[in-house]
């Protein structure tokens, strides 16, 4: 059996998938991921280095200025690429496990999210 | 002589702190030229009469009380300097504290935790009853008085074991205070506590105070800190940096969208369980890894 060129298509990397494909133009940090694939906290983070190996995704940090300006930390945002974003379509629609049985089984976050 | 009855007399042994508090009154009754503010100390009330002398005349002196303990023999202890500037009714509520701790600790080297916590009980019955009466201003400057005073240690070194007992004593009274004042009123900060012990002459208290006030503003709890550093730890040292500084903006967010400790500490664990898998991932052969 030959391994594909893309991630293991589990629940949780489907999730990441579904969240970032939502708005594929808006660049979002790690706790708002999380959020919106309703995962935990931990959970996110080495999907997101995967798929970032793979160069579906690239990240970057936010400028320094914007976030002293409101007081915090600089965040790493995540974004799709717009091959990423073709391939994340065709590896949901092609996934065994349809996202909308995750909603059955996941029906709210599921907690860790902020 | 049966259990029961070594028991018993071991009981009879223990003095109630109202003995103790009556031994004292006598002794401060003895040297009411030395210490003119006591008056008497009669059961659990102590009456005081206006203070007509001023705190420096009384600075330098250092109260000393005898009693006795059967248990342990005669005792002499010297109470902290500083419970002398307190008056009114802080005063009493000091001397109270002391003596029901070192009874307590004195219960609890005789018989153990049952007794022990039986009593704890009665004492936090009592001291919310008293702290009730008590007016705030008083209350806080009751709190930096009992807060470790050199003298504590002081006793220590002495090596006697009334004034062990008392330090000990001094010590968990100070705890419950500080305790029940985040209890009565979380919105006076240790930022308060600290301007009076400044106030006090005690500048290490204040110190100590404002680094606690300093952490408990920053939001941030430093367990959750501590078990982040741990899980960057464990991601390959390309990649430690980037993401030391990404679960701390993280942890950060947690924190200020009103994350507690707990859910801080859960943000924090939940990072170091999935660290192993994050360094999988990060050294994964990718065509084009992560870039730190």
């Known amino acids: ?114 | 002589m049966s259990v029961d009855d070594e028991a018993a007399s071991r009981y009879d042994r223990v003095p109630d702190v109202y003995e103790l508090s009556g031994v004292y009154s006598a002794y401060l009754s003895s040297h009411r030229t030395l210490n003119p503010r006591q008056e008497a100390f009669d059961g659990d009330v102590l009456q005081e009469k206006a203070n007509d002398t001023s705190p420096r005349k009384n600075r330098n002196f250092n109260t000393v009380f005898s009693f006795s303990w059967p248990s342990f023999g005669h005792g002499k202890c010297s109470l902290p300097k500083r419970l002398h500037l307190t008056r009114g009714i802080t005063h009493t509520i000091a001397l109270y504290l002391a003596f029901y701790s070192a009874y307590l600790a004195g219960l609890w080297a005789i018989d153990g935790a049952a007794w022990m916590l039986l009593t704890c009980l009665s004492l936090f019955i009592s001291s919310c009853f008293l702290i009730y009466r008590l007016h705030p201003t008083r209350f806080r400057r009751l709190c930096g008085q009992l807060a470790r005073p050199r003298h504590i240690f002081d006793a220590l070194d002495d090596s006697r074991v009334a004034d062990v007992l008392l330090a000990i004593g001094t010590w968990i009274s100070n705890n419950i205070i500080v305790d029940m004042i985040r209890y009565f009123e979380p919105k006076k900060t240790l930022h308060d506590l600290a301007a009076t012990v400044r106030r006090m002459r005690l500048p290490h208290l204040a110190f100590n105070m404002e680094g606690r006030s300093e952490r408990r503003s920053s939001l941030i709890a430093p367990s959750a800190g501590q078990l982040l550093r741990i899980a960057a730890n464990l991601l390959p040292a390309d990649h430690r940096l980037r993401f030391t500084e990404e679960f701390r903006s993280e942890l950060w967010q947690v924190a200020h969208a009103g994350g507690g400790r707990l859910q801080q500490l859960r943000y924090a664990f939940q990072q170091v369980i999935r660290a192993p898998f994050l360094r999988h991932a990060l050294l994964a052969p990718n065509p084009r890894n992560a870039s730190p």
């Open chain 1, 1 to 114: 059996m030959t391994r594909k060129s893309g991630p293991r298509m589990t629940l949780p990397t489907q999730l990441v998938l579904r969240a970032l494909l939502a708005e594929p133009d808006r660049e979002m940090y790690g706790l708002q991921i999380c959020a919106d694939a309703g995962l935990p906290s931990g959970t996110i983070h080495p999907i997101l280095a995967r798929l970032e190996g793979l160069g579906w995704l690239e990240s970057h940090w936010e400028e320094t200025v914007t976030a002293h300006s409101e007081g915090r930390p600089r965040r790493r945002y995540y974004q799709l690429t717009t091959d990423g974003a073709e391939r994340a379509r065709i590896a949901l629609a092609q996934a065994t496990t349809p996202v909308s049985a995750i909603a059955v089984l996941r029906p709210g976050p599921a907690g860790g999210a902020v």
